[in-house]
Every structure is written in structure tokens, then in C-alpha cells.
């Protein structure tokens, strides 16, 4: 195969509009997620767990919007929508086949391999969708939902962000997509321990958020929590996802790559006029 057929192509290009609304999400994502560790001490932060449903609400307005923008300026045709439905249905009906068992989570394998195929904005967007629709599938809506649909889509996003996109094949390229699916489980747990984390009460437990402790303090508090409460969840999510990519990335990375050129996502979609 030559470097010219190996060309990439994306079925969602970022612009600059969508780019500002990506930047902003999760600039307001991030001081969601860190806030605890932001704040002062004594600044009664855990008076404000009322207020948190409205934040999350906020953060899926913002994501919407990304996902609006994403569409509107790069010109999302029929193919890529079919593409963005085909793979999230398959995330969201892959999720719960391991649920509460020990962290197996083959979805994330799939998002890992789609984002690294079909680009980081395509990723973005099949990350939030996805979670969005196993939120559906699996009655897990809640205030939570929104910052599972920015971590997805950050997870996803970054596959498709990893280098040698054209010339890496092989066994170079599945060990880069297994590493980086590793490392991302983790991060992806540790982020949403942050969105439940704050809310134990400090009375409950001695791992909880204090307001009135020091950053060093809440830190140590927060790393015992992950390591009591989802190390072994995280740990569970990173060896299937290794796993996976190792078994079974070969034949979905051919499979999906094919899929892309047949699709042909940047040629323009023409219709003839009917014959006289």
C-alpha cells in the first residue's frame, strides 16, 4: 500500500468555530472535574453539592453545542452520521456486557480503535454519543452523564491525536493504541472519581473531600479513595482494553479503514439531473 492510498482521511474536520467550542468545554470540564483542589480552604465548597446538577447540565449544553458546531462547519454528510450511529449503537451495546465484573469494558477498545482511525474530531463526537446513548440503553442518566460524555470524548479525541496515522502499521502501531488505551482507563476512572469524590461529606469518611483542608491533604485523600474504591474497577478497564486491542485490533483497524475509503467522507456528494 503507498503512502498516497494510506492517505488520511476524516470524516469530521475541526474548524475554528468548532475548535473555540472544544476549548471552551473543556476548559468549563476541567475546572469541573478539579475544583476541589482549586478552591481555598474554608471556602465551604461542599455547600455548593445543591448547586452541582446545574454544572453538569451546563457542561451537556456545551457539549451539544461542540457537537452542533462539529457538524454545521464540517459539513457532516449522511455517510459519517451513519458511521457516528453504527459505532455508537455498538459502544453502547458493548457496555454492559461486562458490567460489574471487575471493570470488563470492551467499549472502550472499540473507541479507541474508531478515534485512531477516523480522526479526533470524528472521536469527539462518537465519544459523547456513545456515552449518551448507553446512559439510554442502561437507565444510567443522572447528573453524571455529562462528564462521562466529556471524558469519552476526551478518550476517544486523544486516540485519534496519536502519532504516525499514515506510515505506523503492525505491531508498532497496536502496541502504541494498547499503551495509550491502558494509561486512558486510568485516567478515565481517576477523572470521574473527581465528579463523585467531593460529594462523600468529610463526616463520612476519613478519604473524603474536606473544604477546609489543604490541597496536599485533599491530594492524599483523593489517591486513597482511587486506590480503595477503583483500582481494581481501573485496573480491570486497562488489561481488556489491552487485551482487545492486541486480539482483535488487527481485523477492526482493517475493517474500519476499509469502511473509510469506501465511504469516501470528503468527496462531495453530487446528484445528476434526470435524463429528458
Known sequence: MTATSRARVRAVRLGPRSLAALFLVSAVGVAGFFWPFLAPPGSQIGAHAEDAPWLFAGLLILLVAVVSATISESGLGPKAVAMVGVLAATGAALRPVGAG??????????????????????????????????????????????????????????????????????????????????????????????????????????????????????????????????????LGRAVCTVVLTLVLGPALLRALRRATRRAAFETAVTFDAPAE
Open 101 to 234: 465484573t471487575a471493570g470488563i469494558e470492551p467499549m472502550f477498545f472499540l473507541m479507541v480503535l474508531s478515534g485512531r482511525v477516523l480522526g479526533p474530531g470524528f472521536g469527539f463526537v462518537l465519544g459523547s454519543v456513545t456515552m449518551f446513548a448507553s446512559a439510554l440503553l442502561t437507565g444510567g442518566v443522572g447528573p453524571w452523564m455529562p462528564f462521562q460524555m466529556l471524558a469519552m470524548g476526551w478518550f476517544t479525541m486523544g486516540a485519534g491525536l496519536l502519532p504516525g496515522q499514515v506510515r505506523l502499521r503492525g505491531w508498532g502501531e497496536r502496541l502504541l493504541l494498547a499503551g495509550y488505551g491502558f494509561f486512558a482507563a486510568f485516567a478515565y476512572g481517576t477523572v470521574m472519581n473527581l465528579a463523585g469524590w467531593p460529594f462523600m461529606g468529610a463526616l463520612t469518611s476519613n478519604i473524603a473531600f474536606d473544604p477546609d483542608g489543604t490541597v496536599r491533604a485533599n491530594l492524599a485523600r483523593f489517591v486513597a479513595y482511587c486506590l480503595t474504591t477503583s483500582m481494581g474497577w481501573d
